[in-house]
């Protein structure tokens, strides 16, 4: 069965800096990889998907994140975080085989500071 | 084009008591799935539905039953609430391929508090 770990459980960054959040995953095949933002009261929106091809793949917001295999890791990056980013994400595992639903990890609450 | 349309949106239940939380999406979607949101644990499926007529467990179905009433609604419920079952319970829905491959949509959440 799939597996997602996020280590990062809350980071504080300022407005104009950029991010970086992990995200590790654990499966046999090849997975299919998300990132969601949930913002305060709100369901999960999606970011951006991984499926196959370029491992680096571009999201809504000026988001994006990178697919390395070797490292079994999926972080999301921004080069510069507005104010309006400040919510919990949320990375996701799926697979075609098996339980046909995505596996979240546990979330990174981000903060930006003005 | 409302999406994934979820009730009610909080409720608060005393231990035992039963009740049942109700979803409708308007995408033609065939997979229907039930998470819940816990403080620290992320998302969890409860039950999920790969297509009308087909229901099957999650990672934390104790205490909960599904239906799939027809393509649109997927309704949870719970027979005797315990205070381990006070959640943000989230309803997705996702198209061709299903829930593995595809995205999920999801519905604003209900907030249940069980005392």
């Known amino acids: 069965a799939q597996s997602v770990t996020q280590p990062d459980i809350h980071i504080t960054v300022s407005e104009g800096a950029s991010l970086e959040l992990r995200c590790n995953y654990s499966?046999?095949?090849?997975?299919?990889l998300f990132w969601y933002v949930q913002s305060p009261g709100q369901g999960l929106q999606l970011l951006l998907k991984y499926f196959s091809g370029d491992t680096l793949v571009q999201g809504i917001k000026g988001f994006e994140a990178e697919f390395k295999r070797s490292q079994s890791s999926f972080n999301l990056r921004k080069p510069s975080v507005h104010w309006s980013d400040a919510a919990e994400y949320f990375c996701a595992v799926g697979a075609d085989t098996g339980r046909r639903a995505l596996t979240f990890g546990s979330g990174t609450r981000l903060q930006v500071q003005p | 084009n409302a999406g994934v349309t979820q009730t009610p949106k909080f409720q608060v239940l005393k231990t035992g008591q039963s009740m049942t939380l109700q979803c409708a999406q308007d995408m033609n979607h065939n997979s229907m799935y039930w998470y819940r949101q816990d403080p620290g644990m992320g998302l969890r499926l409860i039950y999920y539905s790969a297509s009308e007529g087909t229901t099957d467990k999650g990672e934390v179905p104790n205490g909960y039953n599904v239906s799939r009433l027809n393509k649109r609604e997927f309704s949870l419920r719970l027979e005797s609430a315990a205070p381990s079952q006070t959640s943000v319970y989230f309803c997705?829905?996702?198209?061709?391929?299903?829930?593995?491959?595809?995205?999920?949509?999801f519905g604003n959440g209900t907030r249940l508090t069980v005392t």
């Open positions: 997705a829905s996702s198209g061709l391929g299903g829930g593995g491959n595809s995205p999920l949509h």
């Open positions: 499966y046999g095949a090849t997975p299919y």
